[in-house]
């Protein structure tokens, strides 16, 4: 078993690589001038089970073309099989022709990527369950719910907690995580009645005098999260929190996060955290080294990946 660290979150590899008490294997990924990617393994991988880790966040591009790249690389080196380990799987919510002529680009990266040479994928709670679909390879979509629970039931001993989902996408996922906690589930409903009229939040649910946890799976310019927060403090909630598994966290996000009603946003390292995550005094990260820790060493056991749903 080997572990390939590409460029875009390689403290979370080395952590990976840590808990499976393995060395990352010598790789050089290096541009040309022209920014050309350049990929060179420097040691032997003939007949491994080598795994990439590679989140396709910003710059999206960039780090997709490396981890082909490396995928390119590892095939041609005799790699037995690979895994493309990718924590954060871009292009995710381009996952269905949103109008006339638009393209279906999640499908796209699936193609490119086993087209690269990849055997198989590991990711983390995928946008839409049905992306799984895109690959005629198996992909293995981890859930970061449990690390969640554990996380809140141990941050929130004492409070009358309530999931929330910021939107009705959302629900299934906010579900699942008061179903684990036992508590009740409130659903933001946004509408635009009319083009250029603002947006209403309907809180569905009774939510005065509760301690609100809003779930999602991306925080990405934070207009969701934080509108959200809003309506609930507004409907009378006593506090708002967040669990979100990626943070995208473009522009100006983390201030609009700082400056929104949330207590505190609590999400993982599948995308490194930034400058102003790491300063921020409303955002933390919680790792998500050992979980893929866990999968790698089951996928390449041959054991349950399913036994780390629970
Ligand atoms: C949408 O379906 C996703 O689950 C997130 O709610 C969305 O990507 C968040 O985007 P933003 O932070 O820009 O509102």
Redesign the pocket.
């Known amino acids: 078993m080997k572990i390939v660290a590409c460029n875009s979150n390689r403290p979370l590899a080395e952590a990976v690589a840590a808990s499976l008490n393995l060395p990352l294997c010598r790789a050089l990924v290096r541009r040309f001038a022209d920014m050309e990617i350049f990929v060179e393994i420097q040691e032997n991988v003939r007949g491994e089970d080598v795994f990439v880790v590679q989140s396709t966040c910003y710059p999206t591009n960039d780090n997709l073309m490396e981890l082909l790249i490396m995928l390119d690389a590892l095939r041609r080196g005799s790699a037995r099989r690979i895994t493309a380990v990718m924590p954060y799987f871009g292009y995710a ?1 381009q996952d269905r022709k949103s109008g006339p002529r638009t393209p279906i680009s999640a499908k796209l990266v699936a193609n490119l990527i086993v087209e690269a040479g990849a055997n198989r994928v590991l990711t983390l709670d995928l ?1 839409a369950g049905q992306i799984q679909g895109f690959f005629d390879i198996p992909v293995d979509n981890l859930f970061a719910a449990p690390l969640f629970t554990r996380d809140i039931r141990e941050r929130y001993p004492t409070r009358d907690l309530m999931m929330v989902s ?2 009705v ?2 629900v299934v996922r906010a579900r699942q995580l008061a179903k684990r906690l036992n508590t009740d589930l409130a659903i933001i409903d946004k509408r635009r009645e009319r083009a250029g009229v603002s947006e209403v939040m309907n809180v569905i649910g009774d939510v005065s005098k509760r301690h609100c946890i809003l779930v ?10 934080c509108n959200a927060a809003a309506a609930l403090i507004g409907s009378g909630a006593s506090s708002v929190s967040a669990y979100v598994t990626h943070g ?1 966290l ?1 522009g100006g ?1 983390v201030a609009r996060v700082s400056a929104s009603p949330i207590e505190m946003m609590t999400i993982t390292d599948s995308i490194l955290g930034t400058e102003a995550v790491r300063l921020s005094a409303n955002v933390r990260q919680i790792s998500i080294a050992q979980l893929l820790a866990n999968a790698m060493r089951a996928i390449s056991d041959e054991s349950s990946v399913s036994s780390l749903f629970d």
């Open positions: 919510r946008h910021p939107d996408g959302g999602d799976d991306i925080i990405d310019s934070g207009g969701s999260l995208v473009t996000a």
